[in-house]
T-cell receptor, first 111, second 113 residues
Framework: QKEVEQDPGPLSVPEGAIVSLNCTYS??????FMWYRQYSRKGPELLMY????GNKEDGRFTAQVDKSSKYISLFIRDSQPSDSATYLC???????????FGTGTRLQVFP | GAGVSQSPRYKVAKRGQDVALRCDPI?????LFWYQQALGQGPEFLTY????????KSGLPSDRFFAERPEGSVSTLKIQRTQQEDSAVYLC???????????FGPGTRLTVL
């Protein structure tokens, strides 16, 4: 079992929809939770990170962490075709510098 | 902008050849990370440097893989006697504040024939 699990999709939604992307994790030592966006043939781009439980909002993006259920979410409001990419969740424990990634969810937003 | 740069962007090698992949981190970033990303998968950690010190190399898949950062800036990932299973994208990331805020380069796509 991988430490971070993520549904690979693909997820296809119409423009303007609210998108929900999710991951689960198994390591209780994880303290930081990151979301990266990766366009085809590009490197991952850090969208946002959350420390411990709670919500964090940045524009159309909201990250949510529920440590009690070991569940990580990213919500995208008013999705745009330019949001079409692979979204990677990643986690980091307090005693290591090793990011653990999920497999990524491929999102397609059609006009 | 002065982001992380990697070279070459694409590399084709014959099985058994040695390859060297270069990473130029963001200026002033103390930490540097290498990852391997197979097709359809998330990046997997290979190794981590803080300045010139290699603090973690637990992700290197075999002793054919070697990384260095001699002056605490540019880093090179070397793969000796390449095998077909080494075909992947090799990503470099750097960080100033900590591992939770890593900035990635575009990657080097290695194809071993």
């Amino acid at each position: 079992q991988k430490e971070v699990e993520q549904d690979p999709g693909p997820l296809s939604v119409p423009e303007g929809a609210i998108v929900s992307l999710n991951c689960t994790y198994s390591n209780s030592a994880f303290q930081y939770f990151m979301w990266y966006r990766q366009y085809s043939r590009k490197g991952p781009e850090l969208l946002m990170y959350t420390y411990s439980s709670g919500n964090k909002e940045d524009g159309r993006f909201t990250a949510q962490v529920d440590k009690s259920s070991k569940y990580i979410s990213l919500f995208i409001r008013d999705s745009q075709p330019s949001d079409s990419a692979t979204y990677l969740c990643a986690s980091l424990s307090y005693n290591t510098d090793k990011l653990i990634f999920g497999t990524g969810t491929r999102l397609q937003v059609f006009p | 902008g002065a982001g992380v740069s990697q070279s070459p962007r694409y590399k084709v090698a014959k099985r058994g050849q040695d390859v060297a992949l270069r990473c130029d981190p963001i200026s002033g970033h103390v930490s540097l990370f290498w990852y391997q990303q197979a097709l359809g998968q998330g990046p997997e950690f290979l190794t981590y440097f803080q300045n010139e010190a290699q603090l973690d190399k637990s992700g290197l898949p075999s002793d054919r893989f070697f990384a260095e950062r001699p002056e605490g800036s540019v880093s090179t990932l070397k793969i000796q006697r390449t095998q077909q299973e080494d075909s992947a994208v090799y990503l470099c990331a750097s960080s100033q504040l900590g591992a939770h805020e890593q900035f990635f380069g575009p990657g080097t796509r290695l194809t071993v024939l």
